[in-house]
């Protein structure tokens, strides 16, 4: 309700392009290496960097978002972490601190559950799938056991989970079930992994069909109606292949160490804008997505499909209350 609220608000001022999400990343340092991931292979003196409290204030004032990821790296290194939460809590933004969960348990005493804040564990598979992918043995039962416990002391957890080419359905399905079943979280986001150009894996990132066969197969026989997914319909849709979009990446801006990141978190060898203005306003938003970028060939990322699913769905009565009763 706060989201359609806020949207109604840009639409009766005229403004086309605003922020759904702030992909906020207070620093690049991460305690894992993960192979599908190009954070962590910045240079040193970029993973050195960090966002003051005041720094990640201003930039979600500036783009006005309502919904924070708090990204990186990993933000449990980040000494202010807390600090920079609590700030935006206080500010009525809904926030989503994302974590790989290695320091989760220990960090806990430093967080109050809210309705306004919820952890976001990283998990990627099972127990097996999980380790390979973050190439570590371990992180998933310390993940398992962070979730637990954070629920036990009233926090509110969702989960992140990133496919790759290693997946099928079958591994999606358990996945899912598990995480909503067993773990019981609140909520799940899902995505297909995006080939970034750091990444020291660039085999195993799925195209735009594998996408589409996996969760088709995955979604089939009214799989998706009984997990707590944390997306819109439409969006899932998307993914199976039902309906095309348009990328919107302005909908989740990212801002980072390094500035504004055009188009979006994935690409980092695109010029960084020094305001969210400037962003928004001087981004040659026509060349970036699917058949306007060979570098977007192949995404059907949240941060560029997902806001376009959202401002589909508020066009649509139809569409608002397929979302309604999903929830």
Not at 18 to 45: H, M, R, S, T, W
Not at 243 to 269: E, H, K, N
Not at 291 to 299: A, S
Request: charged share 30%; with cysteine; hydrophobic share 40%.
């Amino acid at each position: 309700m706060a989201v359609a609220k806020y949207i109604a608000g840009k639409r009766m001022r005229g403004i086309e392009r605003y922020a759904l999400v702030l992909q906020l990343e207070p620093l690049y340092l991460c305690n894992l290496a993960c192979a599908g991931c190009g954070k962590i292979q910045q240079p040193d003196d970029i993973l050195a960097r960090r966002l003051t409290v005041e720094q990640c204030v201003a930039a979600v004032e500036e783009c006005e978002a309502p919904i924070v990821s708090i990204a990186g790296g990993e933000p449990l290194i980040h000494r202010e972490i807390h600090e920079i939460a609590r700030a935006l809590i206080d500010r009525h933004r809904y926030v989503y601190l994302c974590t790989n969960a290695i320091l989760m348990r220990k960090k806990l005493d430093l967080f109050e559950p809210s309705p306004f804040f919820a952890w976001s564990v990283h998990i990627d598979g099972l127990r097996e799938r999980h380790d390979e992918s973050v190439c570590r043995t371990g992180i998933f039962d310390q993940a398992v056991e962070a979730v637990r416990e954070a629920k036990r002391r009233g926090f509110r957890v969702t989960t992140n989970s990133t496919f790759f080419g290693q997946d099928d359905a079958r591994s999606i399905r358990d996945v899912l079930d598990f995480l909503n079943d067993e773990l019981e979280v609140d909520e799940m986001q899902i995505a297909p992994g995006f080939a970034y150009e750091r990444a020291p894996d660039q085999e195993h990132f799925l195209g735009v069909e594998r996408t589409r066969a996996i969760f088709r197969e995955a979604f089939a026989d009214g799989n998706r109606k009984k997990w707590r997914l944390n997306h819109s319909p439409l969006y899932l849709d998307f993914l199976e292949g039902k309906v095309d979009f348009a990328c919107t990446a302005w909908g989740i801006p990212s801002y980072s160490v390094l500035g504004w990141q055009r188009p979006c978190y994935l690409m980092s060898s695109e010029p960084y804008a020094k305001s969210y203005r400037e962003l928004v306003g001087e981004t040659d938003w026509a060349k970036y997505g699917r058949g306007r970028h060979p570098k977007c060939e192949n995404c059907m990322a949240h941060c560029g499909y997902e806001p376009t699913a959202v401002n589909m769905t508020m066009k649509s009565p139809k569409e608002m209350l397929r979302a309604a009763l999903a929830r």
